[in-house]
Nanobody, 124 residues
Framework: QVQLVESGGGLVQAGASLRLSCAAS????????MGWFRQAPGKEREFVAA????????YYADSVKGRFTISRDNAKNTVYLQMNNLKREDTAVYYC?????????????????WGQGTQVTVSS
């Protein structure tokens, strides 16, 4: 089993930056594709970004492309999401997820482990 714990969320003004972290325990995630998803109130959980197990491949939702950067440090068993130029519409609970076998990276059911989420609130 893999436990994922997100941190780094908070309340910021539009235009600010935040860096989310996802620390894994219980098993190394070095061979897993990792993803970030978010869920705003009243909306379905949506894909934000994903990264291959080597870190060479990164994928982004169109809404965050150019503003968010996903990265990983396999030595620390940690994945990051750097969020720049935050907008009000980025307000959501952000979840980290691990995928143990290669499947569509943007499809929520394809991820096997999930964290509890961290709240990001962007005010205007």
């Amino acid at each position: 089993q893999v436990q994922l714990v997100e941190s780094g969320g908070g309340l910021v003004q539009a235009g600010a930056s935040l860096r989310l972290s996802c620390a894994a325990s219980g098993r190394t995630i070095s061979s897993y594709r990792m993803g970030w998803f978010r869920q705003a109130p009243g909306k379905e959980r949506e894909f934000v970004a994903a990264i291959s197990w080597t870190g060479a491949g990164t994928y982004y939702a169109d809404s965050v492309k150019g503003r968010f950067t996903i990265s990983r440090d396999n030595a620390k068993n940690t994945v990051y999401l750097q969020m720049n130029n935050l907008k009000r519409e980025d307000t959501a609970v952000y979840y980290c997820a691990a995928q143990t076998s290669s499947r569509s990276y943007s499809y929520t059911p394809n991820y096997d482990y999930w964290g509890q989420g961290t709240q990001v609130t962007v005010s205007s």
